[in-house]
C-alpha cells in the first residue's frame, strides 16, 4: 500500500524559507523509474506542478519557479524534501507530494504566507 | 511550456445523464517511445486529487467503467455515461510528455 504525507509549517513570514517534507510509504526511491513530484494549488485555483525528483537523482523544476526551489531526497528515511525561499503571500496554497506517476497523492498540507 | 486548455470551466449535469469535459495541448502529447502521456484527475470538494484516467484512455484500479478517457495528439476528452452525485468536483487533465509538466484549468461538474 502507498502512501504520501507532507509536513512541514503551516504558516511563514514573506521572505523566509519555506521546508516541506514528503514521508512516504510503499515504495522505494531506489527503484528504477521511481519518482516523487511537488505540486501546489492555491485556494480556489488550479494545479501547479513544483518539481520532481528521481531515484537516480535527476532533478526537474518548473521554470518559473527553479531559481526559488530545491528538491532533495533521503532514499534511507524514504522522504523527499522540498525548499522554496524567498517566501511571498502569492505562495499561499495548499502543497501536496505525489508518485511521480500521480497515481498516489499525500493529502497536502496548506501553506499560509502572512506577516 | 505546453499550455492545457479545458472547458467547459463549469459543466452543470443533471443526474443519470452524460458528460463530457475536452481538453486541449498546445503541443502534440505523443513522446518518442510512442506513449501519450495524458491524465485525468479528479479533485472531489476538500480532497486530494485522484488519477482516473493514464495515457489517455487506461482506466486506474477501482475507477467506475461510466469513466472514459478518448482522443489523440493535441485533442483529449473525458466523458461519465450517467454522472452520479459522487461525481461533483473539478477535474483536471494533465501532460507528463513534455517539462514542465502542466494541467489544465480544471472544470468544475456540478449536479443541475
Known amino acids: 500500500q502507498i502512501t504520501l504525507k507532507e509536513s512541514g509549517p503551516t504558516l511563514v513570514k514573506p521572505t523566509q524559507t519555506l521546508t516541506l517534507t514528503c514521508t512516504f510509504s510503499?515504495?522505494?526511491?531506489?527503484?528504477?523509474?521511481?519518482?516523487v513530484a511537488w505540486i501546489r494549488q492555491p485556494p480556489g485555483k488550479a494545479l501547479e506542478w513544483l518539481a520532481l525528483i528521481y531515484w537516480n537523482d535527476d532533478k526537474r523544476y518548473s521554470p518559473s519557479l527553479k531559481s526559488r526551489l530545491t528538491i532533495t531526497k533521503d532514499t534511507s528515511k524514504n522522504q523527499v524534501v522540498l525548499t522554496m525561499t524567498n517566501m511571498d503571500p502569492v505562495d499561499t496554497a495548499t502543497y501536496y507530494c505525489a508518485h511521480n506517476k500521480f497515481d498516489y497523492w499525500g493529502q497536502g498540507t496548506l501553506v499560509t504566507v502572512s506577516s | 511550456d505546453v499550455v492545457m486548455t479545458q472547458s467547459p470551466l463549469s459543466l452543470p449535469v443533471t443526474l443519470g445523464q452524460p458528460a463530457s469535459i475536452s481538453c486541449r495541448s498546445s503541443?502534440?502529447?505523443?513522446?518518442?517511445?510512442?506513449?501519450?502521456?495524458l491524465n485525468w484527475l479528479q479533485q472531489r470538494p476538500g480532497q486530494s486529487p485522484r488519477r482516473l484516467i493514464y495515457k489517455v484512455s487506461k482506466r486506474d484500479s477501482g475507477v467506475p467503467d461510466r469513466f472514459s478517457g478518448s482522443g489523440s495528439g493535441t485533442d483529449f476528452t473525458l466523458k461519465i455515461s450517467r454522472v452520479e452525485a459522487e461525481d461533483v468536483g473539478v477535474y483536471y487533465c494533465?501532460?507528463?510528455?513534455?517539462?514542465?509538466?502542466?494541467f489544465g484549468g480544471g472544470t468544475k461538474v456540478e449536479i443541475k
Open positions: 510503499g515504495f522505494s526511491l531506489s527503484t528504477s523509474g521511481v519518482g
Open positions: 494533465m501532460q507528463g510528455t513534455h517539462w514542465p509538466l502542466t
Open positions: 503541443q502534440s502529447l505523443v513522446y518518442s517511445d510512442g506513449n501519450t502521456y
